[in-house]
């Protein structure tokens, strides 16, 4: 095997990696940006709710407690570095759509990253394909 053609069989693997890398990272960022959406909806929801509010919320390891909530007002939020704060809700939907916009810029960096990496794995299929024919 020609050196050219082994340079670019290990181009060609470290590419392929980096997409399998960049996916998983893709699909953590649309977990991402699907919670935060459904957190805005619910907020959304919450804001458009009078007092006792009834519902369940989670103890953990799949045990749920019936709360009726007097009054909907202000949620704590995290604000990072493991700090939560008392936020109304428009505060809190202001932030979480912050956020929102971050992740949606960042999916879409690396979804032009991965087509990037596509076209030249494609280009390095012609390559290996006509060093192989030699």
Known sequence: MSSELERSAVEYEFYTGLINEYTQQLQTLNNVYTSLSITISSLEGLKKCKDNIEGFTSLGSGAYVKVVVQSVTNVI?????????????????????????????????????????????AELERKIAELSRR
């Open 77 to 121: 939020i995290g604000v990072g570095a493991g700090v939560f704060v008392e936020k109304s809700i428009d505060e809190a939907i202001n932030i979480l759509n912050k956020r929102l916009e971050i992740v949606k810029s960042n999916i879409e960096q690396l979804q032009r990253l991965i087509e990037e990496l596509y076209a030249r794995i």
